[in-house]
């Protein structure tokens, strides 16, 4: 069963830091580019930070910086290490991978086609 699962999510105060995981589960995570996205309550959700196949690395201006994505191929899984926090960093976080011939990556929703069940991350003030 091809599947991502993400964790990691939880309760940070602002300034804080959080690191979150995506396992993949029927497929090798290293042969896809992938993004995370984030949805803000009330808000659509937005693409933060992708992998390509071709190692390129991508984000969004509201998170360069402060966020950075990372592949540990050994372990088939993906992060986002997050910091310095803001509430405005707050929603629920998705990773997703994009088809398999797509070497690039990029931080629209619409080129993704598999997706997580999303995580919950909440920054208080």
């Known amino acids: 069963q091809v599947q991502l699962v993400e964790s990691g999510g939880g309760l940070v105060q602002s300034g804080g830091s959080l690191r979150l995981s995506c396992i993949a589960s029927g497929f090798t995570l290293y042969d896809y580019s992938i993004g995370w996205f984030r949805q803000a309550p009330g808000k659509e959700r937005e693409g933060l930070s992708c992998l390509g196949r071709d190692n390129r690395e991508r984000y969004a201006d509201s998170v360069k910086g402060r966020f950075t994505i990372s592949r540990d191929s050994a372990k088939n899984m993906v992060y986002l290490q997050m910091n310095s926090l803001t509430p405005e960093d707050t929603g629920v976080y998705y990773c997703?991978?994009?088809?398999?011939?797509?070497?690039?990556?990029?931080?629209?929703?619409?080129?993704?086609?598999?997706w997580g069940q999303g995580t919950q991350v909440t920054v208080s003030s």
């Open positions: 997703a991978t994009r088809r398999r011939e797509l070497t690039a990556c990029g931080l629209q929703n619409y080129q993704y086609n598999n």
